[in-house]
């Protein structure tokens, strides 16, 4: 083998608008090129979280700042069922034999950051060498192709394929389209690997990237099965319903109905500025809400030979989605504009919100399943 250049073929560039983020949009890229459907193994549980205490939002994770990319393994598996995360490891402290295990009924995605930029790029040369796809996080400040480039810091996920140490450049993708990325090509060497070495600077604080790559394995005897597939949805009913709490937050409709009232109290009691830098953040955190309804509804469709009568429990979430985004774009109007009537608005989508999707998780309680194949 020649070991000064190795590019990996048939690697597909995947991308949905309803993906979570680029993360997930990279991981559904693995999926397909180890033959698995996106649509399954990205399928997270369905839920809503809230924070009474600092308004924050999310689904089986706050969406909130964070400092570091070293996340705990209970952190890291609250939302996907064909998936298991060991916690975030420093790569030159891995113990070698915990790398090998992998479980058989999921895929194991290995996070890792690594201080040393020379043996953080020697893993993703050794990685391409044995035909290994990798995830890598870069800092899109320094991603030329990228409107960020010079402009904005923000940690990013992108497709490493290959390598030419003679000429010197890495072969990328990046086809998450959410923010507006769309590249295919060759990045130097020493570009890229300051892209991961970036302090990623955000103003208030810093974020460093730390050279973070992602290692995704499977068993050979792995496979999304019909057990898995329903517990996605009795897990789903379980936290919608409010009978268990995620990281120590108030899950589901109970949570949401605590959000709606919490939302009215602020509007009449918030001093106005800090109303408007939070609008600015639900603009986006219910973006977030609506793609991963749409998530649900394509998971439901994925398995549709395995449940009787989804076509309404699709549209509630189909009609939910819409709602979210509709209710995204009140909020940018709020904080754009400060008039505080539009405040109903949005609590009025809200409350439509939950009229929705209380219907769907009944209809989901009374849901048929049809035997194995």
Known sequence: MN???RSIDGVPRYFAPYVNDCFQNAYGAIAAHFGLKPELILADYLSFMYDQDTGYIGLNYLHKPSRSFEFSEEQLNTSLEYVYFPAVTHYSRRD????????DNKIKISLYIEDNPQIAH????????????????????????????????????????????????????DKYGLSKSDFDGRMSIEEFICSRNS????????????????EVSKNECFTPDYASCKNIIVESLSRMKGEKDILGFKCGLPALESFIKDLVYKRDTMPDDDL?????????????????????MVFLKE???????IEEICDCFNNSSAKWE??????????????????????RQLELIKETESRAVEKLLKLSFKREA
């Open 199 to 214: 302090d990623n600077d955000q103003g208030s604080y810093k974020k460093p990237i730390r050279n973070m790559w992602m």
């Open 122 to 173: 020697e893993r993703l040369i050794e990685l391409i060498n044995l035909g290994i796809p990798v995830i890598t996080v870069v800092d899109m400040y320094h991603m030329s192709y990228h409107s960020a480039y010079h402009n904005a810091h923000g940690a990013h996920a992108v497709v490493v394929t290959g390598y030419n140490l003679e000429e010197g450049y890495v072969e990328i993708f």
């Open 96 to 103: 070698r034999n915990e790398v090998q295990k992998l479980p």
């Open 303 to 309: 398995i549709s030979a395995m449940v009787d009568d």
């Open 276 to 296: 408007f830098y939070l609008l600015r953040y639900y603009n986006t955190a219910f973006k977030i809400v609506s793609r991963s309804r749409t998530r649900f």
């Open 326 to 347: 509709i209710a995204s774009n009140l909020a940018l109007r709020l904080a754009l504009t400060k008039n505080k009537n539009v405040m109903s608005n949005i609590c």
């Open 3 to 5: 070991t000064l250049s």
